[in-house]
């Protein structure tokens, strides 16, 4: 599998929903790797990602993420069919 | 020459009895092992009969633990594995169907024969029916094996892993020894491809591994089978025989015992594994160094609570996400009274799961405005704020253990009035006199939880420089002393029960 970049307006929103001022978001990195990304506020940042693109996650989506590389492939998918 | 084997005893020995499982600090689990080890090493290149020795050695061991009930777990193994290829292979309405099926299925299964009984309890106490329970076995590790089964569906119903096609590496996955009969509940994603791998063991694992086991030998045998047979078991039997203190002390003792018990167990079925070329999930991370509850969950039962998170909580907190924060409370409640009933079918366990759903919505609800406070009064990373929240943790969580050891909901109210109305902390200073052994081994067990990591790492760390003839001598001496201290019958480990 190779490197998925992760955009700088995925990790700036990721960022300000958690607060965190910086931190060095990978694509492998699982969710709770990231700190305050945890179970309860999933919800949160998976909401304000939606918002930001404008697009609706289905639940299985987003049950199938693994990492945030695949967050980044699901974003890129759904801009992708709106435009 | 006859004489030097006798043969009727072997046979018996390998037989299935009901009062002697095969644990795994048991000399014929040694024995055995040793055994496999050896045939492991030399089947090393032939991937399908290593594979089919560490299945047949499974059986055996499954055999030795639930009897005949290993072939309610080798049929498991088939339906589960041919329901995943069915799952995979099927499209639209047929595709649900079949995961739905086989979810019910494990759910039957596991309903069945672990909470029969207790609904035909309940039944008559509300229904004032005298229907009579079921006499049957509970077979081993079935929570465990079942969820093992549900996390493997749902992945393949994902789509996030393929189902096995190979017979032999799924009932591997499925029905391994060193997992089967309390955990971790490994994920098939990320066992199955450790079975695929050729077979690779260097120093450093092999070190690992002793380690491991070696630390878990201590955990079970000297720490909690000495405070549950000697302390714990009698306190909580007739709690008003004894003062409040040592019913707190009891208490305490007894969350010492089920994690030295449990973790215990987790060490030698990872060590095990290891020697065999696995890689197992990770199951406790000091878990009474939490400063929450919901911390806590992140460190113990890590297997379980994982697949709560996973497999429960998320997709339910999706399903109702317009629900806002309502959602997280109702999902939180939920998946908890669920995981209280996973433990155990009794109206004790659903109260403790409950009990644990709703301090983690309070902690939930009042993270923000205490994370206000704690900015406010300049205090938020300090040590002593840490100090108190770790306190206040643990007592919560030992608090709820109450519900989770006593046998009743009455014996478990005689522990809280003892504690709360009948204290007499004078009594310590007697007890600890009369109980030396006792008090030193929760302080000394708590006082090395409460360790740094960095101490821990040490440790390991030293182990593995150590001198081969060293590591030996240690290996030896440790089961020398749990030899010593196996003052009675070898004591189960508590998770079988679950």
């Known amino acids: 599998m190779g490197i998925i970049m992760i955009s700088e307006r995925l990790k700036a929103t990721i960022l300000k929903e958690l607060k965190l001022d ?14 305050g990304w945890d179970s309860l506020n999933h919800i ?15 639940n299985i989506e987003v049950l ?20 | 020459m006859n004489n030097l084997i006798d ?3 072997l046979w018996t020995l ?65 339906v589960n594995y041919s329901i995943g290829i069915g799952i995979e292979k099927g499209r639209g309405i047929s595709k649900n169907i079949l995961f739905y099926l086989g979810v019910a299925a494990n759910l039957f299964l596991l309903g069945y024969f672990k909470y029969t009984n207790f609904f035909i309890e309940i039944a008559n106490s509300t229904l004032h029916k005298s229907i009579q329970p079921v006499e049957m076995l509970i077979p081993l590790g079935i929570s465990f094996y079942t969820f093992k089964a549900i996390s493997y569906l749902i992945e393949v119903k994902w789509e996030t892993m393929q189902a096995e096609k190979n017979i032999l590496d799924f009932f591997l996955y499925y029905i391994f020894f060193a997992n089967i009969s309390m955990g971790p509940i490994d ?15 260097n120093k450093n694992q092999i070190s690992i591994a002793v380690y491991l086991i070696i630390l878990g030998l201590i955990k079970k045998v000297v720490i909690a089978d000495y405070l549950g047979l000697n302390f714990v078991d009698r306190v909580f039997e007739s709690p008003t025989r004894f003062t409040g203190i040592e019913n707190l002390l009891a208490s305490y003792a007894y969350s010492l015992q089920l ?25 406790f991370n000091n878990p009474y160094k939490a400063k929450s509850i919901a911390e806590f969950w992140r460190r113990w039962h890590i297997s379980l609570s994982s697949w709560l998170q996973d497999y429960l909580f998320k997709p339910m907190q999706l399903g109702m996400r317009s629900l806002g924060m309502l959602s997280n ?47 406010k009064l300049g205090i938020k990373n300090n040590w002593i704020l840490n100090i108190f929240k770790t306190f206040i943790t643990f007592n919560l969580i030992t608090f709820a253990w109450i519900l989770f050891r006593a046998s009743s909901l009455e014996l478990a109210k005689e522990v809280y009035m003892q504690i709360f109305t009948f204290l007499h902390i004078e009594v310590l200073p007697q007890f600890v006199k009369g109980f030396p052994v006792i008090a030193a081994l929760i302080v000394v067990g708590y006082f090395i939880h409460f360790l740094p990591e960095r101490f821990e790492n040490w440790v390991k760390e030293l182990f593995i420089k150590t001198p081969l003839p060293l590591k030996a001598v240690i290996l030896a001496l440790a089961i020398y002393i749990t030899a010593q201290a196996k003052f009675a019958d070898l004591q189960p480990f508590l998770y079988f029960q679950f």
């Open chain 2, 14 to 78: 390998l037989q299935f009895d009901n009062a002697d499982p095969l644990v795994f600090q048991s000399s014929l689990f040694l024995f055995c092992f040793i055994l496999l080890l050896l045939v492991n090493r030399l089947t090393a290149k032939n991937k399908i009969l290593r594979v089919s020795v560490l299945l047949l050695f499974s059986v055996f061991f499954y055999y030795k633990l639930s009897g005949s009930l290993v072939l309610l777990l080798l049929a498991s193994a088939l």
């Open chain 2, 329 to 375: 409370v109702i999902a939180i409640f939920i998946t908890f009274t669920i995981c209280g009933i996973w433990h155990g079918a009794g109206i004790n366990f659903v109260l403790w799961g409950a009990l644990h759903g709703i301090l983690l919505i309070f902690g939930m609800l009042t993270a923000k405005p205490k994370d206000r406070l704690y900015t």
């Open chain 1, 22 to 35: 910086d931190y060095d978001i990978q694509d492998t990195m699982r969710a709770d790797e990231v700190p």
């Open chain 2, 259 to 283: 994690y030295c018990d449990f973790s215990g167990y987790t060490d030698m079925a990872l060590g095990v594994a290891s020697l065999l070329g696995f890689n197992l999930m990770a199951n």
């Open chain 1, 44 to 58: 949160n940042v998976i909401i304000a990602v939606e918002k930001e693109y404008g697009v609706r996650f289905k």
């Open chain 1, 64 to 83: 199938k993420l693994k990492c945030i590389g695949d967050l980044q492939k699901l974003v890129d998918s759904k801009a992708e069919n709106k435009s």
């Open chain 2, 187 to 201: 994920r098939a994603y990320l066992f199955l491809p450790q079975v695929k791998e050729k077979f690779r063991l």
């Open chain 2, 7 to 9: 043969f009727g005893k």
